[in-house]
């Protein structure tokens, strides 16, 4: 079946913009993750949906970072006034149970 | 607070020769193990998982890994690597009660032909 997709694939904004990033779970998958990875350096946990609400945000960063799950599928990571810190690759996890598959990320670079 | 430590940035190794990642963590609660291998412009593919049970794992492409709690450590290991199989690899836990990952900074694996 279908995997983990994120969209955009690459994404390039202006310091100060604000930009969405989207994520297609795997079909009935609760749990949803959302993680950062900078050059160099392994992925670092942001926030996890388990279903629409978010049981554990603890990884956003500051409250640029807000992350949504409306319908307990798709979701949408939104970052307000882009700072060139943010530049990463983010990425998205769904899973069933304790193993987490991964989508391809989307690249963020901030200018 | 949960951490793991991959200690080896880099490992260059001939093809055909075994090799061995090294992965420890800390935390103060039971875990759960994993190693990702990701391959250039690609997402992360699970290798392999300790859950319970038996401490040996095998994974796909004949990796395996063994958990060792005394000290506290989950070795990736494959006897024989491919010019393939260059990627860099992360290892990664949760512990019980929370399901995100915590994962090392990665180690590269190059292997010459």
């Known amino acids: 079946g279908a995997g983990v997709s994120q969209t955009p694939s690459n994404k390039v904004t202006e310091k100060g913009k604000y930009v969405e990033l989207r994520c297609d779970p795997i079909?009935?998958?609760?749990?949803l993750y959302w993680y950062r990875q900078s050059l160099g350096q392994g992925p670092e946990f942001l926030i996890y949906f388990q279903g629409t609400g978010a049981a554990d945000d603890s990884g956003l960063p500051n409250d640029r970072f807000f992350a949504v799950r409306p319908e307990g599928s798709v979701s949408t990571l939104k970052i307000q006034r882009t700072e060139r810190g943010d530049s990463a690759v983010y990425l998205c996890?769904?899973?069933?149970?304790?193993?987490?598959?991964f989508g391809p990320g989307t690249r963020l670079t901030v200018l | 607070a949960q951490s793991v430590t991959q200690l080896d940035s880099q490992v260059p190794v001939f093809e055909e020769a075994p090799v061995e990642l090294r992965c420890n963590y800390s935390s103060s609660v039971s875990v759960y193990l994993f190693w990702y291998v990701q391959y250039p412009n690609q997402g992360l593919q699970l290798l392999l998982k300790y859950l319970s049970g038996s401490t040996l794992v095998k994974g796909i492409n004949g990796f395996e890994a063994e958990f060792n709690k005394s000290q506290t450590s989950f070795h990736l290991r494959k006897p024989s690597v491919h010019i393939s199989d260059t990627a860099e690899y992360f290892c990664a836990l949760s512990g019980a009660g929370s399901y995100q990952l915590t994962f090392g900074k990665g180690t590269k694996l190059s292997v010459i032909p």
């Open positions: 996890a769904s899973s069933a149970e304790r193993e987490q598959f």
């Open positions: 079909s009935g998958h609760t749990a």
